[in-house]
């Protein structure tokens, strides 16, 4: 049961002994290569003592569901990896997912899209997307909205594409499985662009809780200059991020760990499955 903010636990109240007991799993961040994230952006990281004064985004009696849209044409194994993206997105923040009416990329004014100039790739207007089809559409009892099209995304003047964009203060979001490889060319192509969609999904709804990338450890909330970057990026968050995660949703960490495995192995993330039953078992 999510209740409103005032009656978080108080940070000098925190128990943070379950999440020490976790940090032996744990990998402390590896240096970055000379195009990684962490070589062009000075994050300092950020306490979970630091992010409760930040006075996160949090769920609250009134707005507390996840809803995503489907923005364009998507064929059944791209349905399936939206549909399973939800459930994983339920499992990993514990709260309600559910869908908005689908749009057409038709729908889209010819000022939104365009061919990219050298690639010829269809694209459409993040800024489009997030001001005149998301927000208008955000449901009152949303706490925040995301959709993923099957176009690629292009932010404005002077980009080539973007992978995605949010605005945070409006709790809206838009990715493109665009660039996340084909699913329908093999079961492992599948399993490719399933794990991208659902990375991606997780990652950026974390954002929209407020948490800043991570530079302590191997972290779901790593920042990612490129594909080889973010492939690398753990599905699960280190310590310090999932105090906050925890903190923020009131939702049980073993609870959470639990249905995070069942679907791990569903969906054959074999790796990932295996570390959320190590997670369980440190506590044992
Ligand atoms: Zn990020
Ligand atoms: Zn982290």
Redesign the pocket.
């Known amino acids: 049961m999510i209740s409103t903010g005032a009656s978080a636990v108080a940070a000098e109240d925190l128990d943070l002994s379950y999440y020490q007991s976790l940090i032996a799993l744990h990998e402390v961040k590896l240096p970055p290569g000379p195009n990684d994230w962490m070589m062009h952006h000075r994050e300092p990281g950020q306490s979970i003592y630091e992010y409760i004064a930040s006075q996160p985004v949090r769920p609250d009696d009134t707005r507390n569901k996840i809803y995503i849209m489907k923005l364009g044409r998507f064929g059944s194994e791209y349905t399936e990896i939206i549909d399973k993206t939800a459930e994983f997105i339920q499992a990993f923040y514990q709260l309600d997912v559910a869908f908005i009416e689908p749009m057409s990329l038709d729908e889209i004014p010819s000022h939104a899209r365009r061919f990219h100039p050298t690639t010829g790739d269809r694209q459409i207007l993040t800024t489009y997307v997030l001001e005149e089809v998301l927000i208008p559409r955000l449901p009152g009892d949303a706490v925040s909205l995301i959709a993923f099209t099957s176009s690629d995304l292009w932010p404005g003047e002077g980009w080539n594409f973007v992978f995605g964009q949010a605005s945070i203060d409006d709790r809206v979001g838009v990715w493109s499985v665009y660039r996340n490889g084909n699913p329908q060319k093999s079961e492992e192509d599948f399993k490719i662009c399933l794990l991208r969609t659902v990375k991606t999904g997780t990652h950026e709804l974390c954002h929209m809780f407020s948490l800043p990338h991570?530079p302590?450890?191997e972290?779901?909330?790593?920042g990612s200059n490129h594909r080889m970057e973010s492939d690398r990026r753990p599905l699960y968050?280190?310590?310090?991020?999932?105090s906050k995660l925890i903190w923020n949703l009131e939702i049980d960490p073993q609870e959470r760990y639990r249905a995070l495995a069942d679907l791990a192995e569903q969906y054959g993330f074999d790796a990932e499955a295996a570390f959320y039953r190590q997670s369980l078992d440190a506590q044992k």
């Open positions: 991570c302590y450890f972290c779901a909330m790593n968050l280190c310590p310090v991020c999932l």
